[in-house]
């Protein structure tokens, strides 16, 4: 392995040597693979692989989470601060390497968020007398500074992020470990969320240790960039620029995001064709508003789905994005309003033959798993339907390929990576083709080429009929993909157009928190002219 010729005047703080990983289920085949590298002082670091390559294990082992969490081997070590991880005791080590994961529910213990902080400091013995003074400074360190008492269920993802970093600021590390923070972020909080760690990172001197899929938006924070490959190797370290220019066809090769501002196009540019405006109408929803206890959360909703259509919901964190699309799927009753499947309200049609005609694919994939294999998973449907094994077997086979699970045919789902839990949600929809398929993040959390692989599936399914709904925080995706787009807005449908009559609307975008997909932010940031409307 090249050494890295950055100017080293800081401190090793990390040192990973020759170092192994491996799943006891799969113990014959490590995910990682005698890797070494070291981490230093002030120095902040993005690292890239495929989806499924190991990058979440990685960090679970740099904080001494694993193997102890887990049942899997090591061989090699890690040290900190010229320390092996094994010395230190339990808990002093993740005081001083924090790790913010994807998914921020998982942190979280207690009911509200002044809990959840005190608790923090109980687990490293700072005396009560002194939590209150620690958690204002830290809750106005990520601009929490109002919501102490709020209940973690009543917060918006984005909300819950920047309390997760609170917790994890609060221990005073010296390393902060994220993995993929801002996926569930909408598009300004996400923002928000990286110039806060750049601030932070700034003011604390902390080293930084980022899992990303897409660079972009880190781009000026980051020195290095380091790529895991399918066989679980380090394969390339080096500085920002050196990797993104130099490297392109080994990223090309792993499946990995060039960024934008290195490669001019990923997406296919949207030629905003209508082909679904002559087709009947397959569900409509009339006058909804849907409440929870005494809050309303959506309002006075009108909105048809013709078949064959391919739309976006988008929308800021806690909009109703998720509420609207489980009301559509009639996993949500409304109280006011009617929503109709074929001119026939959904509440009268038999579940049984709802659930075939309109598919849903959870958030998180994990609320839709029901069996122990992901063969099972994907055969689960076929069983039911009475199919031959030979013929569920070359089905199953050809699902597992198309979406990068051969390898896992056998894993038990709860164990996959993030991104194959999400690609397994979505196959198992696949089993039939439906009226309607509702997709909540269908991309989240994917490599570029399992990104367009899914959006292909998703557009094929589209010619035959089927009507494609999906919630997304990606407006690069809207841009290149959507016929049709409706922002959630202060309850209501705030728009419904084109994606290219979204992006001339100034006030809805910055009401909404989104952000203009990055095609047209190029170009406005090289000064062309663009018309937005007042
Ligand atoms: N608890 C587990 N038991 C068995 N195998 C596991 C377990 N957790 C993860 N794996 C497997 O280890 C491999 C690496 O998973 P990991 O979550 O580290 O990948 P990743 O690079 O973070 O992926 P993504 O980008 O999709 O989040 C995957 O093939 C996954 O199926
Ligand atoms: N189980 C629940 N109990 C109480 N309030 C809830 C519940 N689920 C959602 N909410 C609230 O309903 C509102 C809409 O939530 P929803 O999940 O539909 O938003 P979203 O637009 O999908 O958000 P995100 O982009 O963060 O996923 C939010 O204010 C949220 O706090």
């Known amino acids: ?22 799943y006891e289920n799969v113990k014959e085949k490590p995910v990682l693979n005698n890797i070494s590298f070291t981490l230093y002082e002030n120095e902040v670091t993005l690292l890239m692989g495929a989806s499924g390559s190991g990058k979440s294990t990685i960090s679970l082992c740099l904080n001494g989470l ?20 094994s010395e230190f005791s339990k808990g002093e080590l993740n005081q001083q390497v924090g790790i913010v994961f994807q998914d921020p529910e998982s942190q979280f213990c207690m009911i509200t968020v002044e809990d959840e902080l005190a608790f923090t400091l109980e687990n490293i013995n700072i005396p009560a007398s002194e939590m209150p003074q620690r958690i204002s400074e830290v809750l106005q360190a990520v601009g929490m500074e109002s919501f102490g008492k709020e209940k973690f269920h009543q917060l918006s993802g984005g909300q819950k992020q920047k309390i997760a970093l609170a917790a994890v600021l609060l221990l ?16 300004v909080s996400s923002m928000e969320f990286i110039q806060l760690i750049h601030r932070i990172k700034q003011e604390r001197g902390l080293s930084v240790f980022i899992i990303e899929h897409q660079a972009d938006d880190w781009m000026d ?8 490959g399918h066989d679980g190797n380090i394969v390339a370290d080096d500085q920002r620029d050196v990797i ?12 990995i995001f060039l960024p934008r501002s290195h490669h001019e196009s990923f997406w296919d540019v949207n030629t905003g064709s209508t082909t679904f405006s002559n087709q009947e109408v397959c569900l409509s929803v009339q006058n909804v508003t849907f409440k929870r206890k005494k809050n309303v959360i959506l309002e006075g909703i009108n909105l048809t789905i013709q078949s064959g259509e391919f739309m976006a919901i988008i929308g800021e964190n806690g909009a109703g994005k998720s509420t609207l699309l489980q009301l559509i799927a009639g996993l949500l009753k409304a109280e006011q309003g009617k929503i109709e499947l074929f001119g026939k309200p959904i509440s009268k049609w038999k579940e049984n033959y709802l659930r075939k005609r309109i598919g849903y694919v959870f958030q998180n994939p994990e609320h839709q798993f ?33 979406f990068q699970l051969e390898n896992q045919k056998f894993s038990n789902p709860f164990s996959l990576s993030g991104g194959q839990k999400r690609r397994l949600s979505v196959a198992t929809m696949l089993d039939e083709t439906p009226d309607i398929l ?23 399914l589209q ?72």
């Open 463 to 534: 010619s035959s009929g089927t009507a494609v709904v999906f919630v997304t925080h990606n407006m690069d995706l809207v841009d290149a993909y959507c016929e049709r787009v409706i922002v959630m807005l202060d309850k209501k449908i705030g728009f419904s157009g084109s994606p290219q009559e979204l992006w001339r609307q100034e006030k809805i975008l910055e009401k909404s928190r989104l952000r203009l997909p990055y095609r047209i932010r190029h170009k406005v940031g090289k000064g062309e002219k663009y018309d937005f409307v007042h």
């Open 1 to 22: 392995m090249r050494r890295i010729p950055l100017n080293r005047s800081e401190k090793p703080l990390l040192h990973v040597d020759q170092f192994a990983f491996a």
């Open 172 to 187: 005073e590390p010296k390393l902060l470990i994220l993995d993929e923070p801002t996926a569930n972020l909408d598009p």
């Open 370 to 402: 029901i069996t122990d294999t992901v063969y099972d998973e994907i055969t689960f449907g076929y069983q039911l339907n009475g199919y031959a094994q030979m013929d569920m077997d070359e089905k199953a086979l050809h699902l597992l390929k198309q």
């Open 66 to 85: 694993y193997p102890e969490a887990v049942e899997g081997f090591t061989k090699g070590n890690i040290y900190f601060e010229g320390i092996n991880i």
């Open 438 to 460: 509702l997709f909540d993040e269908p991309t989240f959390g994917q490599d570029a080429q399992s990104t367009k692989e899914l959006m292909r599936m998703i557009k094929e």
């Open 221 to 228: 924070m980051i020195n290095r960039v380091m790529i895991l």
């Open 244 to 255: 993104f220019k130099d490297k392109k066809q080994l990223l090309e090769r792993e499946g």
